[in-house]
C-alpha cells in the first residue's frame, strides 16, 4: 500500500480519478492492522483503480465530512462521490468483490 496521503492528495485524488479507495486507519488499532494487509493484497490485484490510505488522526475534517464511524474503515468513490463505506473488511475475497463491483470495468 501506498504511504499515507495529505488531506490536499486525498482531495485531488477522489475529484481526478474515475475509481478511488481510501482507507482510513489509526496506528494503534490492530484491525486496522489487519485489515491494511488485507487491502494491500487486494490493490496488486486491480492496478487500474487508484488506493490511498491516510491516518485518520491527521485528518479529522475528513471524518466528520464523510462521518466516518469508525477504524478500520475504506471510503468508495465512484465519479466524485462516495458510493460506499466499508467498515468490516472480513476478507481478502470480499473486499476484491466490492471493489469490482465499483469499477464495473471487469
Known sequence: MTPDWSLVEIENGIKQERVFALYLYTPMCGTCQLAGKMLSIVEKTMPQMSFARSDLNFIPQLAEEYSVESVPCL???????LQDKLYAFHSVPFLYEQLLKLDGSK
Open 75 to 81: 471510503l468508495l468513490f465512484k465519479n466524485n462521490e
